[in-house]
């Protein structure tokens, strides 16, 4: 390579973490000559791809970002008064800096290991309480993926609760007012058609409920930007036994009166105009928030409050055993990543603004949409609504004259079906704004003269009396104290530094790939030009956008080794969902609409089972032999039997125990013969791209994480994509949109058509700054640092499972059940005493309990895999200290980790062991030291005293316990 060609493929050897003497060193280690040997020896030859992956040439990161410069330049970003889900929005620039563009926030992973979590747990129990407080109801998540599939999941969530005691589905239908926005009605019929769901379609105020009705959804405004009283309708539908969801705009309910005051059961929507950009669909958060009633219910994560070890306060994951994980196929939603770091924003833009700073805004879009009208009023068009909020809707005669004119000037307005138009105010609107879309509309009626009155007293006539927020909201102090930028940034740099991100140390998380999310990948992220892109935008303004959009899923088609993918799947479990609803119409088809068996291994991650209870699947487990290999005996055996009725396999490759199982082809020609399609969960792509592929061993769907293998980093527990490849037999089974009509294919899955499209800009970046050859040598390099630290570990640990010649694929399972019996050491007291070594647990008890995945990824050089393995086998020490009674069963450093500064350096020390052991167990500790901030949590306490929003002040006092 000349000095022109390295810097071609610098990215590489950035992204990659070990230089050439350090490969050597560890191929020494693993008793290998090369890398290529090492590939040879893990990788079944049956499955390896002989032929050269080819997807595109590598870019310096300079020469990337001059690129994507010139595509964000062919978006065109008009103003947007869209609506519908999609608001302009300021995103204070402290939180942009601060949070969206701050590896500390953005590389976090999702908080299972809570002492080291605390800064983002406590901002997302910050997003728990404004969401609870502004829709006046009790218990609050903290996020799920948009609007509209929030929708579903309460939808989902009262058809449980109603149908949960009965055979047979006794309360069918769902009433779904027409007032609702487009993409929350769609995704809404996807979801009902599996599950046997009757959807009722009308106007609320004359629908007819009765015993038949399991629940309803209305919106507040609604998507016509109307405000009714919907009391008696909620009244209505309760005394049939159903529930109602209002789907509904945070913003809004700083000045309307809340749907709990009003009696719904529920409350959903999205927070993205809480300063989250619009990005061409997302990454936003949505909200549910709920009556207690459906506490053990709601799906998605929930944080609670309890104590630590110490009995201070502590925060945590709530309600963990409702999830799929645990739940498999009797869990109610199949959701896993959400859209953390999108909530954490959500939040700080609260927590900076306070209540009447939210109020501000809101009243000043009101005013200005007030003032609208008006002006409208005197031009002569007649409104259809008295009241709004934010949207105003007239009937045009000739929308498209309006749309030439407002598009000439740069504008978008909403137009729907029939002649109607609808203008929505965002934040970032001005009475200049409105002086400007009152003079398109003069123009439209040849008229010259336009003005505006601004009612600055905001006497708010244009909201119903009745609908008048009087209570109070979000007064507890954090969201009343941190509203000057210095006070801001301090408050967001205190939470940061709770938090273990992979700017402190690696996170070795099997399954979940925390590998380098690097800098020029994200730094396009926040550009206007694509951030501010609305994802109802005329094509012709977002070419840049559509041209990364094609160039990303042909590579990702290379990639899988197949011919089609959608991106509209916003994670993998949403891509799981999506990709059994294509194998589910494949075979519809085909008239073999009756073939719902799914074979799902036991080793399969929890939302393999619940997404194919989602899609309407009957769940079969298959067993794993000795190995931990699928049991291919006892796989033909139940593909024979159900072979009528055989829908498919999901199956994870390399599997779950991190093993390229020799069998995957027969495994997939077995599903074949008996009429079932192969779904390949993708989440361990990271070991396959470049070397084999999902298409190549014989699937014929797959999803991916594109927040694992494609670098989008985990955000504390989202945003995510989980896009799906497809074969030939599915390509006209895909996810439509109604922005795109006439595309065959199944229904929407997700609210927008590319889901979060903005993030795909940073698995775009990842494949183009690598190439083809990087991304071949990032999965050869992931492969080799899993079996350069299995083979330091394993003198000191089992490991569990392994594949051919002894080697592992990208992650391995290290095996501690063994020291139960000869020291009382659990895997949880391993993963805790990481923390005072510097690190985050390795993936804890999945897929086998008792056990650590551990998945270093390519991004680690070999200091820092050796710093981890040194500390595991510190640890496997202290663990003989107390096995051969030199240290306490009890009172030792694993069962007392994690050790706080507080503790260490409290007066009193009563163990037998010294502080310097508890909190400096090796030299490198003294030179970069992560306090967790809290000791061991105790979650028993927490889920017994259920607290999900922010406790009154007092119980924060030092030391006191809530
Ligand atoms: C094997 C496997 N499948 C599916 C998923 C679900 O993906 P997501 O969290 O993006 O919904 C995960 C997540 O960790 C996983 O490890």
Redesign the pocket.
């Known amino acids: 390579m000349n000095l022109f060609e390295k810097q071609t493929h610098e990215f590489a050897r950035r992204h990659i973490g070990s230089g050439e003497a350090e490969t050597r060193l560890m191929l020494r280690t693993i008793g290998v000559k090369t890398v290529e040997e090492l590939i040879d020896k893990a990788i079944p030859s049956s499955i390896r791809n002989p032929k050269t992956l080819y997807v595109t040439e590598a870019v310096s990161e300079a020469g990337y970002l001059e690129l994507i410069q010139q595509m964000a330049a062919k978006n065109r970003v008009f103003k947007n008064y869209i609506g519908q889900g999609y608001y302009d929005t300021i995103t204070p620039s402290v939180i942009l800096r601060n949070v969206f563009e701050n590896p500390g926030w953005y590389t976090q992973y999702t908080p299972y290991q809570a002492e080291i979590s605390q800064g983002r747990l406590e901002s997302l129990l910050n997003f728990q309480t404004l969401v609870s407080d502004l829709t006046g109801l009790p218990l609050a998540n903290a996020s799920l993926l948009d609007e509209g599939t929030a929708a579903a999941e309460a939808m989902i969530m009262f058809f449980n609760q109603k149908n949960r005691d009965h055979e047979h589905v006794g309360v069918p239908k769902f009433f779904v007012d027409h007032s609702i926005f487009k993409q929350t009605h769609d995704i809404l019929v996807t979801r009902a058609e599996p599950l046997g769901i009757e959807l009722i379609t009308g106007d609320f105020a004359k629908a007819r409920m009765d015993e038949t009705y399991f629940g309803a959804i209305v919106q507040y405004p609604n998507a016509e930007g109307n405000i009714p009283e919907y009391r008696s309708f909620i009244r209505d539908v309760q005394t049939v036994g159903g529930f109602v969801v209002m789907a509904t705009d945070l913003l809004a309910l700083t000045l309307l009166t809340p749907p709990g005051e009003l009696g719904a059961d529920v409350a959903i929507g999205s927070a993205q105009r809480f300063g989250v950009p619009i990005g061409f669909g997302g990454p936003h958060a949505a909200f549910f928030a709920a009556k207690e009633d459906f506490k053990r219910a709601i799906p998605g994560r929930i944080i609670g409050v309890s104590v630590d070890a110490q009995g201070n306060r502590a925060l945590r994951m709530a309600l963990q055993t409702r999830e799929q994980h645990i739940k498999r196929e009797k869990a109610t939603s199949?959701?896993?990543?959400a859209q953390a770091l999108l909530a954490n924003m959500a939040a700080m833009f609260a927590v900076y603004h306070g209540p009447q700073g939210l109020k501000d805004i809101a009243s000043r879009i009101n005013i200005l949409a007030h003032a609208l009208s008006n002006g409208l009023a005197e031009l002569g068009f007649e409104l259809i609504h008295e009241y709004f909020f934010d949207t105003l809707l007239i009937q045009m005669k000739d929308p498209e004259k309006l749309r030439s004119i407002a598009e000439g000037r740069n504008m978008n307005f909403f137009y729907g079906e029939n002649g109607f138009v609808s203008v929505s105010i965002g934040e970032s609107s001005t009475q200049d704004d409105v002086l400007d879309i009152l003079s398109v509309f003069a123009t439209y009626s040849e008229q010259d003269e336009v003005a505006a009155f601004f009612d600055y007293d905001h006497h708010g006539e244009i909201i119903p009396v009745t609908l008048n927020r009087s209570s109070a909201f979000m007064s507890h102090p954090v969201f009343n104290t941190h509203h000057s930028e210095t006070e801001m940034m301090r408050y967001l740099k205190s939470l940061e530094n709770k938090d273990l991100s992979l700017n402190t140390s690696m996170i070795p998380l099997g399954?979940?790939t925390m590998k380098l999310n690097a800098a020029s990948e994200l730094i396009p992220v926040s550009w206007p030009g694509f951030s501010k892109m609305h994802p109802f935008a005329p094509a012709f303004q977002w070419k840049g956008y559509e041209q990364m959009i094609s160039e990303l899923e042909s590579w990702l088609c290379t990639i899988t080794g197949f011919v089609a993918t959608s991106l509209q799947p916003n994670?993998?479990?949403?891509?799981?969902y999506a990709g059994l609803l294509a194998i589910r119409s494949y075979h519809a088809a085909h008239a073999q609409q009756h073939r719902q068996v799914m074979l799902i291994p036991i080793s399969?991650?929890g939302?393999?089972p619940a997404s194919a209870v989602m899609a309407g699947m009957k769940v079969v487990v298959v067993k794993s032999d000795e190995d931990g290999h699928i049991d291919i005996q006892d796989l033909k055996e139940k593909a024979i039997f159900h072979k009528n009725e055989l829908a498919g396999l999901m199956v994870?490759y390399p599997s779950?125990h991190g093993v390229f199982e020799e069998g995957i082809k027969d495994i997939c020609q077995i599903i074949h013969d008996n009429g079932g399609l192969v779904y390949m969960?993708?989440?361990?792509m990271n070991a396959q791209v470049g070397l084999t592929s999902p298409g190549f061993i014989g699937a014929d769907v797959c999803?991916l994480?594109l927040?694992?293998t494609f670098a989008i980093p985990h955000g504390g527990g989202?945003p995510?994509m989980?896009p799906i490849c497809v074969n030939e037999k599915l390509k006209d089974h895909l996810p439509g949109h109604w922005t795109h009509p006439g595309v065959p294919g199944i229904g929407a899955v997700s609210a927008a058509r590319y889901g979060s499209a903005s993030i795909l800009l940073i698995s775009y970046a990842y494949i183009k700054m690598l190439g083809s050859q990087g991304i071949r040598q990032a999965t050869a390099y992931a492969i080799l640092h899993a079996n350069y630290m299995k083979s330091r570990l394993q003198s000191h640990y089992p490991i569990l499972y392994t594949g051919p010649n002894n080697t592992c694929a990208h992650e391995f399972i290290v095996d501690l059940r063994p020291f139960k019996v000869q020291a009382g050491i659990e895997a949880e007291d391993v993963a805790k005493r990481l923390m005072d070594y510097g690190f985050h647990a390795p993936t804890l008890s999945?897929p086998v309990p008792g056990t650590i995945m551990i998945e270093p990824t390519e991004s680690e050089d070999k200091a820092e895999l050796d710093r981890f393995c040194d500390a595991m086998i510190s640890i496997y020490q202290e663990i003989q200290d107390i096995a051969e009674g030199r240290m306490d069963r009890i009172d030792n450093p694993l069962k007392n980790a994690p050790h706080t500064q507080s503790v260490i350096t409290a007066d009193v020390w009563n163990h037998g062991y010294g502080r310097e052991k508890a909190a400096f167990p090796l030299p490198y500790t003294r030179i970069n030291k992560f306090w967790p901030s809290i000791g061991r949590v105790n979650n028993t306490y927490g889920d017994r005293n259920l607290i999900c929003t922010c406790e009154p002040v007092s119980s924060y006092a030092d030391g006191v316990a809530v």
């Open positions: 199949n959701i896993c990543t399954s979940c994670s993998g479990a949403q891509g799981e399969a991650h939302t393999n994870t779950t969960d993708g989440a361990n999803h994480n927040h694992k989202g995510g989980g999945f």
